[in-house]
């Protein structure tokens, strides 16, 4: 079965750091990027950052910079996301989601065809 | 710009037709895909590409793209198609995604 499956609901404490993983299964796992994108209560989505899975090369969104690292683990198709210094603001439902990686290297984008079932942080003192 | 301008809501009666908009610079060079989202659910993509969809969504489901501005219509609407929606694109780099700010769809 293709599917993404996250790591369980956190709660932290302001500045604290907190993983999340996401282990993909049914797929080839260096064929598709993965991202990460989280949503707070009664807010958008909100994109953080993608790691190719094949080198790890990662990019990350400008607000994350410095706070987040996106790594991975070929030999148990896991990708894991960290987010230190967490306040607040970082409560949200972060999901990972992968992206097909055309073979030509044409850089059209396919969407996010697929999304794990979501990870809640909550960060409260 | 890396921005994408979604309506807030948007409202259909059942039966009828419902064209949702996001605007954006970065939409003149690439498409944007576009997502469904239910109350406590993931998301689903529905549209990605000119106009594709997914296995599984239905063909009432389309997209479009015109300048600087993408569309997903929604041909005889659903109640099951209340939801809110979300288009998103790389961003005029190239190498960031950006979201648009999410269209609160009602079916009456």
């Known amino acids: 079965q293709v599917r993404l499956v996250q790591s369980g609901t956190e709660v932290k404490k302001p500045g604290a750091s907190v993983e999340i993983s996401c282990q993909a299964s049914?797929?080839?796992?260096?064929?598709?990027?993965i991202h990460w994108v989280r949503q707070a209560p009664g807010q958008g989505l909100e994109w953080m950052g993608i790691i190719n899975p094949s080198g790890g090369i990662t990019t990350y969104a400008q607000k994350f910079q410095g706070r987040v690292t996106m790594t991975r683990d070929r030999s148990t198709s896991t990708v894991y996301m960290d987010l230190s210094s967490l306040r607040s603001e970082d409560t949200a439902v972060y999901y990972c989601?992968?992206?097909?990686?055309?073979?030509?290297?044409?850089?059209?984008?396919?969407?996010?065809?697929?999304w794990g079932q979501g990870t809640t942080v909550t960060v409260s003192s | 710009s890396s921005e994408l301008t979604q309506d807030p809501a948007e409202s259909v009666a059942l039966g009828q037709t419902v064209r949702i908009t996001c605007q954006g610079d970065s939409l003149r060079n690439y498409y944007a895909s576009w997502y469904q989202v239910r109350p406590g659910q993931a998301p689903l993509l529905v549209i990605y590409g000119k106009d594709n969809r997914p296995s599984g969504i239905p063909d009432r489901f389309s997209g479009s793209s015109s300048g600087n501005t993408a569309s997903l219509t929604i041909t005889g609407a659903q109640a099951e198609d209340e939801a809110d929606y979300y288009c998103d694109s790389r961003d005029s780099s190239g190498n960031h995604l950006v979201f648009g700010g999410g269209t609160r769809l009602t079916v009456l």
């Open positions: 049914g797929y080839t796992f260096t064929s598709y990027f």
């Open positions: 989601a992968r992206e097909y990686i055309d073979p030509r290297g044409v850089k059209y984008y396919y969407g996010l065809d697929l």
